[in-house]
Protein backbone atom coordinates (compact mmCIF):
# COMPACT_ATOMS: atom_id res chain seq x y z
CA UNK A 1 0.00 0.00 0.00
CA UNK A 2 1.20 3.51 -0.72
CA UNK A 3 -0.24 7.15 -1.15
CA UNK A 4 -0.95 7.89 -5.04
CA UNK A 5 -1.24 11.69 -4.39
CA UNK A 6 -0.08 14.45 -1.83
CA UNK A 7 -2.52 14.78 1.36
CA UNK A 8 -4.22 17.80 2.04
CA UNK A 9 -5.59 18.73 5.31
CA UNK A 10 -7.15 21.67 4.26
CA UNK A 11 -9.53 20.08 1.60
CA UNK A 12 -13.52 20.80 2.79
CA UNK A 13 -16.81 20.04 1.06
CA UNK A 14 -17.53 21.49 -2.09
CA UNK A 15 -20.76 23.47 -1.54
CA UNK A 16 -23.16 24.45 -5.02
CA UNK A 17 -25.77 26.99 -5.21
CA UNK A 18 -28.12 26.94 -8.68
CA UNK A 19 -31.20 28.24 -10.32
CA UNK A 20 -33.09 26.79 -13.03
CA UNK A 21 -36.24 28.03 -14.98
CA UNK A 22 -37.59 26.33 -17.94
CA UNK A 23 -40.86 25.66 -20.16
CA UNK A 24 -42.47 22.53 -21.43
CA UNK A 25 -44.73 22.68 -24.31
CA UNK A 26 -47.11 19.66 -26.04
CA UNK A 27 -48.63 20.45 -28.79
CA UNK A 28 -50.92 18.98 -31.50
CA UNK A 29 -51.62 15.66 -29.06
CA UNK A 30 -47.96 15.69 -27.98
CA UNK A 31 -46.58 14.55 -31.59
CA UNK A 32 -44.30 17.94 -30.61
CA UNK A 33 -42.32 18.40 -27.53
CA UNK A 34 -40.27 21.56 -26.30
CA UNK A 35 -38.16 22.11 -23.77
CA UNK A 36 -36.28 25.60 -22.86
CA UNK A 37 -34.16 25.75 -19.39
CA UNK A 38 -31.69 28.27 -18.62
CA UNK A 39 -29.34 27.30 -15.33
CA UNK A 40 -27.52 29.42 -13.31
CA UNK A 41 -24.91 27.26 -10.81
CA UNK A 42 -22.13 28.26 -8.77
CA UNK A 43 -19.78 25.94 -6.76
CA UNK A 44 -17.84 27.61 -4.14
CA UNK A 45 -14.80 25.40 -2.86
CA UNK A 46 -14.14 23.95 -6.38
CA UNK A 47 -13.20 19.99 -6.10
CA UNK A 48 -9.72 19.77 -8.82
CA UNK A 49 -6.28 18.29 -8.61
CA UNK A 50 -4.10 21.29 -7.84
CA UNK A 51 -0.72 21.14 -9.64
CA UNK A 52 2.40 20.57 -7.52
CA UNK A 53 6.20 20.49 -8.77
CA UNK A 54 6.92 17.36 -10.56
CA UNK A 55 9.88 16.46 -8.34
CA UNK A 56 8.03 16.23 -5.49
CA UNK A 57 7.41 12.19 -6.87
CA UNK A 58 3.21 11.79 -6.08
CA UNK A 59 0.13 12.65 -7.63
CA UNK A 60 -1.34 16.35 -7.16
CA UNK A 61 -3.96 16.37 -4.06
CA UNK A 62 -7.10 17.06 -4.40
CA UNK A 63 -7.89 20.81 -3.56
CA UNK A 64 -10.42 23.64 -3.22
CA UNK A 65 -9.28 25.63 -6.09
CA UNK A 66 -12.25 28.76 -5.90
CA UNK A 67 -15.68 29.53 -6.85
CA UNK A 68 -17.08 28.47 -10.73
CA UNK A 69 -19.95 30.13 -11.74
CA UNK A 70 -21.93 28.18 -15.12
CA UNK A 71 -24.72 29.41 -16.44
CA UNK A 72 -26.23 28.68 -20.06
CA UNK A 73 -29.57 27.07 -21.74
CA UNK A 74 -30.46 24.10 -22.76
CA UNK A 75 -32.86 23.28 -25.70
CA UNK A 76 -34.88 20.19 -27.40
CA UNK A 77 -37.66 19.87 -30.25
CA UNK A 78 -39.10 16.82 -30.96
CA UNK A 79 -41.56 15.49 -33.68
CA UNK A 80 -43.27 12.34 -33.35
CA UNK A 81 -45.98 10.89 -36.56
CA UNK A 82 -47.40 7.40 -37.35
CA UNK A 83 -48.61 6.99 -40.78
CA UNK A 84 -50.14 3.11 -41.25
CA UNK A 85 -47.81 0.67 -40.11
CA UNK A 86 -45.10 4.00 -40.64
CA UNK A 87 -43.69 5.32 -37.14
CA UNK A 88 -41.18 7.77 -36.98
CA UNK A 89 -39.93 10.55 -34.73
CA UNK A 90 -36.91 13.09 -35.35
CA UNK A 91 -35.31 15.17 -31.86
CA UNK A 92 -32.42 17.71 -31.53
CA UNK A 93 -31.18 18.85 -29.00
CA UNK A 94 -28.52 21.77 -27.99
CA UNK A 95 -26.85 23.09 -24.94
CA UNK A 96 -25.20 25.98 -24.64
CA UNK A 97 -22.94 27.02 -21.39
CA UNK A 98 -20.70 30.06 -20.12
CA UNK A 99 -18.50 29.80 -16.80
CA UNK A 100 -15.43 31.62 -15.68
CA UNK A 101 -13.50 31.29 -12.02
CA UNK A 102 -15.36 34.05 -10.23
CA UNK A 103 -12.41 33.83 -7.51
CA UNK A 104 -9.29 31.76 -6.90
CA UNK A 105 -8.46 30.66 -3.65
CA UNK A 106 -4.85 31.54 -3.51
CA UNK A 107 -2.73 34.64 -3.44
CA UNK A 108 -1.88 34.82 -7.28
CA UNK A 109 -5.52 35.11 -8.73
CA UNK A 110 -3.92 32.05 -10.83
CA UNK A 111 -3.04 28.32 -10.67
CA UNK A 112 -1.07 27.19 -14.02
CA UNK A 113 -3.45 24.00 -14.13
CA UNK A 114 -0.90 22.24 -15.78
CA UNK A 115 2.81 22.51 -14.87
CA UNK A 116 4.48 20.84 -17.86
CA UNK A 117 2.64 19.71 -20.75
CA UNK A 118 4.85 18.82 -23.14
CA UNK A 119 7.46 21.59 -21.65
CA UNK A 120 4.62 24.56 -22.41
CA UNK A 121 4.82 25.76 -18.75
CA UNK A 122 1.38 27.39 -17.72
CA UNK A 123 -0.18 26.73 -21.12
CA UNK A 124 -3.40 26.10 -19.46
CA UNK A 125 -4.75 28.11 -16.76
CA UNK A 126 -7.25 28.95 -14.22
CA UNK A 127 -7.47 32.63 -13.43
CA UNK A 128 -10.32 35.02 -11.67
CA UNK A 129 -12.26 36.33 -13.90
CA UNK A 130 -11.35 34.57 -17.08
CA UNK A 131 -13.10 30.96 -18.36
CA UNK A 132 -12.14 27.77 -16.86
CA UNK A 133 -10.33 26.29 -18.55
CA UNK A 134 -8.65 28.33 -20.89
CA UNK A 135 -5.27 28.09 -22.97
CA UNK A 136 -2.64 30.66 -21.75
CA UNK A 137 0.17 31.41 -24.46
CA UNK A 138 1.02 33.93 -27.35
CA UNK A 139 -0.85 35.65 -29.70
CA UNK A 140 -0.05 35.56 -33.46
CA UNK A 141 -0.02 37.76 -36.63
CA UNK A 142 1.10 35.61 -39.51
CA UNK A 143 4.33 34.89 -40.44
CA UNK A 144 6.93 36.77 -41.51
CA UNK A 145 7.30 36.95 -45.53
CA UNK A 146 10.49 38.79 -46.02
CA UNK A 147 13.38 40.54 -44.03
CA UNK A 148 11.97 44.48 -45.04
CA UNK A 149 8.89 42.74 -42.80
CA UNK A 150 11.06 42.35 -39.87
CA UNK A 151 13.05 44.91 -39.74
CA UNK A 152 9.35 47.21 -39.51
CA UNK A 153 8.12 45.49 -36.88
CA UNK A 154 9.13 47.38 -34.38
CA UNK A 155 8.79 49.51 -31.50
CA UNK A 156 7.91 52.92 -30.75
CA UNK A 157 11.65 53.60 -29.86
CA UNK A 158 11.98 52.38 -33.48
CA UNK A 159 13.64 49.31 -32.10
CA UNK A 160 12.90 45.34 -33.45
CA UNK A 161 10.49 43.46 -31.74
CA UNK A 162 12.11 40.53 -32.78
CA UNK A 163 15.51 40.73 -33.32
CA UNK A 164 16.25 37.10 -33.82
CA UNK A 165 13.45 36.55 -36.27
CA UNK A 166 14.22 35.51 -40.17
CA UNK A 167 11.66 34.99 -42.91
CA UNK A 168 9.58 32.38 -42.34
CA UNK A 169 9.34 32.91 -38.76
CA UNK A 170 6.10 33.54 -36.94
CA UNK A 171 5.27 37.66 -35.92
CA UNK A 172 4.46 37.29 -32.41
CA UNK A 173 1.83 40.35 -30.73
CA UNK A 174 3.30 42.90 -28.16
CA UNK A 175 -0.02 42.31 -26.37
CA UNK A 176 0.81 44.21 -23.59
CA UNK A 177 2.60 46.91 -25.54
CA UNK A 178 5.64 47.35 -23.56
CA UNK A 179 7.88 47.19 -27.03
CA UNK A 180 9.23 44.07 -26.23
CA UNK A 181 8.06 40.28 -26.99
CA UNK A 182 8.09 38.03 -23.70
CA UNK A 183 6.52 36.02 -21.38
CA UNK A 184 4.58 39.06 -20.23
CA UNK A 185 2.89 38.59 -23.95
CA UNK A 186 0.92 35.73 -22.64
CA UNK A 187 -2.75 36.04 -23.20
CA UNK A 188 -6.83 33.97 -23.14
CA UNK A 189 -5.65 32.06 -26.42
CA UNK A 190 -9.25 30.30 -25.89
CA UNK A 191 -11.54 27.91 -23.84
CA UNK A 192 -10.96 23.77 -23.88
CA UNK A 193 -14.59 23.81 -22.87
CA UNK A 194 -17.04 24.00 -25.79
CA UNK A 195 -19.63 26.61 -26.15
CA UNK A 196 -22.46 24.42 -27.60
CA UNK A 197 -23.10 21.00 -27.64
CA UNK A 198 -25.58 19.08 -29.62
CA UNK A 199 -27.18 15.99 -30.97
CA UNK A 200 -29.58 14.85 -33.44
CA UNK A 201 -31.29 11.57 -33.47
CA UNK A 202 -33.79 9.91 -36.16
CA UNK A 203 -36.15 6.72 -35.52
CA UNK A 204 -38.02 4.84 -37.81
CA UNK A 205 -39.83 1.93 -37.97
CA UNK A 206 -41.72 0.41 -41.01
CA UNK A 207 -43.66 -2.79 -39.79
CA UNK A 208 -40.99 -5.78 -38.69
CA UNK A 209 -37.94 -3.10 -40.23
CA UNK A 210 -36.71 -0.63 -37.59
CA UNK A 211 -33.95 1.68 -38.15
CA UNK A 212 -32.50 4.84 -36.04
CA UNK A 213 -29.57 7.32 -36.58
CA UNK A 214 -27.89 9.61 -33.92
CA UNK A 215 -25.37 13.00 -34.36
CA UNK A 216 -23.41 14.23 -32.09
CA UNK A 217 -21.39 17.13 -31.67
CA UNK A 218 -20.12 20.24 -29.95
CA UNK A 219 -18.67 23.49 -30.53
CA UNK A 220 -16.61 27.09 -29.70
CA UNK A 221 -13.73 24.91 -28.25
CA UNK A 222 -10.13 24.84 -28.78
CA UNK A 223 -7.86 21.86 -28.93
CA UNK A 224 -3.92 21.92 -27.62
CA UNK A 225 -2.16 19.48 -30.14
CA UNK A 226 0.68 18.48 -28.16
CA UNK A 227 1.38 15.80 -31.49
CA UNK A 228 3.79 18.96 -32.50
CA UNK A 229 5.61 19.46 -29.62
CA UNK A 230 9.25 20.14 -30.61
CA UNK A 231 10.56 17.08 -28.88
CA UNK A 232 7.80 14.59 -30.64
CA UNK A 233 8.40 16.18 -33.95
CA UNK A 234 12.11 15.75 -34.16
CA UNK A 235 11.36 12.24 -34.31
CA UNK A 236 8.28 12.45 -36.62
CA UNK A 237 7.18 14.86 -37.72
CA UNK A 238 3.40 15.75 -38.09
CA UNK A 239 2.06 16.31 -41.81
CA UNK A 240 1.10 19.79 -41.16
CA UNK A 241 4.81 20.23 -41.99
CA UNK A 242 4.12 19.72 -45.54
CA UNK A 243 1.90 23.48 -45.62
CA UNK A 244 5.34 24.89 -43.98
CA UNK A 245 6.55 28.34 -45.07
CA UNK A 246 9.48 27.61 -47.26
CA UNK A 247 9.85 30.86 -49.50
CA UNK A 248 7.93 34.55 -50.03
CA UNK A 249 4.32 33.57 -49.94
CA UNK A 250 3.91 29.70 -49.52
CA UNK A 251 2.83 30.27 -45.91
CA UNK A 252 1.55 32.36 -43.70
CA UNK A 253 -0.25 29.33 -41.36
CA UNK A 254 2.57 27.77 -40.62
CA UNK A 255 6.56 29.04 -39.70
CA UNK A 256 9.54 27.36 -41.36
CA UNK A 257 11.54 24.20 -40.32
CA UNK A 258 14.39 24.97 -38.32
CA UNK A 259 16.49 22.98 -35.42
CA UNK A 260 17.84 26.09 -33.47
CA UNK A 261 14.41 27.94 -33.49
CA UNK A 262 15.99 31.02 -32.57
CA UNK A 263 12.13 32.96 -32.97
CA UNK A 264 10.63 30.02 -30.14
CA UNK A 265 8.48 29.25 -33.21
CA UNK A 266 8.03 26.41 -31.92
CA UNK A 267 9.37 26.43 -27.80
CA UNK A 268 6.55 28.74 -27.24
CA UNK A 269 3.17 28.03 -26.98
CA UNK A 270 1.16 30.16 -29.26
CA UNK A 271 -2.21 30.01 -31.27
CA UNK A 272 -0.66 29.40 -34.72
CA UNK A 273 1.27 26.16 -33.76
CA UNK A 274 -0.24 24.50 -30.96
CA UNK A 275 -4.05 25.07 -31.19
CA UNK A 276 -6.79 24.16 -33.47
CA UNK A 277 -10.48 24.29 -33.47
CA UNK A 278 -12.02 21.47 -31.46
CA UNK A 279 -15.49 21.92 -33.26
CA UNK A 280 -16.90 18.75 -35.27
CA UNK A 281 -20.21 16.72 -35.87
CA UNK A 282 -19.90 12.63 -35.36
CA UNK A 283 -22.48 9.89 -36.53
CA UNK A 284 -21.71 8.36 -33.44
CA UNK A 285 -24.75 5.48 -34.06
CA UNK A 286 -26.46 3.60 -36.53
CA UNK A 287 -28.67 0.79 -36.48
CA UNK A 288 -30.90 -1.27 -39.03
CA UNK A 289 -33.28 -4.48 -37.46
CA UNK A 290 -35.25 -6.93 -38.18
CA UNK A 291 -38.02 -8.11 -36.24
CA UNK A 292 -39.27 -12.28 -37.70
CA UNK A 293 -42.70 -12.78 -37.82
CA UNK A 294 -44.08 -13.96 -34.22
CA UNK A 295 -46.04 -16.45 -36.34
CA UNK A 296 -42.57 -17.99 -37.45
CA UNK A 297 -40.85 -17.65 -33.79
CA UNK A 298 -43.60 -19.02 -31.62
CA UNK A 299 -43.33 -22.04 -33.05
CA UNK A 300 -39.66 -22.84 -31.52
CA UNK A 301 -40.94 -21.14 -28.06
CA UNK A 302 -39.74 -17.54 -28.77
CA UNK A 303 -42.23 -14.71 -28.24
CA UNK A 304 -39.70 -11.65 -30.06
CA UNK A 305 -36.64 -12.41 -32.24
CA UNK A 306 -34.98 -9.32 -34.11
CA UNK A 307 -31.81 -9.43 -35.79
CA UNK A 308 -29.65 -6.03 -36.75
CA UNK A 309 -26.25 -4.68 -37.64
CA UNK A 310 -24.95 -1.07 -36.61
CA UNK A 311 -21.66 0.94 -36.55
CA UNK A 312 -20.46 3.76 -34.14
CA UNK A 313 -18.42 6.37 -34.82
CA UNK A 314 -18.75 6.23 -38.78
CA UNK A 315 -18.22 9.49 -39.68
CA UNK A 316 -16.33 12.63 -38.54
CA UNK A 317 -16.86 16.15 -39.87
CA UNK A 318 -14.33 18.31 -38.73
CA UNK A 319 -11.01 20.93 -39.28
CA UNK A 320 -9.01 19.22 -36.31
CA UNK A 321 -5.71 17.75 -37.66
CA UNK A 322 -5.19 15.42 -34.64
CA UNK A 323 -6.51 11.94 -34.52
CA UNK A 324 -9.72 12.61 -32.92
CA UNK A 325 -11.13 16.22 -31.32
CA UNK A 326 -13.67 13.94 -29.01
CA UNK A 327 -11.43 14.13 -26.53
CA UNK A 328 -11.69 13.48 -22.59
CA UNK A 329 -9.41 14.69 -19.86
CA UNK A 330 -6.33 13.59 -18.33
CA UNK A 331 -6.31 11.65 -15.36
CA UNK A 332 -10.23 12.53 -15.31
CA UNK A 333 -8.87 16.51 -14.35
CA UNK A 334 -11.29 19.00 -15.78
CA UNK A 335 -8.39 21.57 -15.54
CA UNK A 336 -6.73 19.31 -18.58
CA UNK A 337 -9.40 19.39 -20.77
CA UNK A 338 -8.88 20.07 -24.36
CA UNK A 339 -4.71 18.44 -24.17
CA UNK A 340 -4.87 15.87 -26.97
CA UNK A 341 -1.24 13.92 -26.38
CA UNK A 342 -1.81 11.77 -28.69
CA UNK A 343 -5.03 10.11 -27.27
CA UNK A 344 -6.58 7.14 -28.46
CA UNK A 345 -9.26 7.80 -31.01
CA UNK A 346 -12.94 6.72 -30.81
CA UNK A 347 -13.22 3.21 -31.94
CA UNK A 348 -15.61 2.93 -35.17
CA UNK A 349 -17.11 -0.33 -34.64
CA UNK A 350 -19.33 -2.36 -36.40
CA UNK A 351 -21.96 -4.76 -34.70
CA UNK A 352 -24.02 -7.78 -35.83
CA UNK A 353 -26.63 -9.16 -33.44
CA UNK A 354 -29.91 -11.16 -32.55
CA UNK A 355 -32.38 -10.22 -29.70
CA UNK A 356 -34.01 -13.18 -28.28
CA UNK A 357 -37.00 -12.67 -25.73
CA UNK A 358 -38.58 -16.30 -24.78
Given amino acids: MGLTAAPNPDLRWESAVSSNLGVDL ?69 AYNHN ?105 SYKNWDFSIFFQGQAGNKIANLNRRRDVELQNYNGRVMDRWHGPGTSNEYPRMTVTDPNNNYLWFNDMVHLEDGSYLRLKNLQVGYTIPMAITEKVGISRLRLYVSGQNLLTWTNYTGLDPELGSVNAQTATMGLDRGNYPQSRIYMMGVNITF
Fill in 100 to 204: RAVDVENENGYINSINNPGGYIGAVRMETGMPFPFFYGFQTDGIFQTQEEIDAHVNANGEPLQPKAQPGDIRFVDVNGDGSIDEDDRTDLGSAMPSWTFGATFNA
Fill in 26 to 94: GLLDDRILFNAEYYKKRSDGFLAAEPIPDYVGIGYPTSNLGIIDNQGIELMLQYRKKTGDFHYDISANA
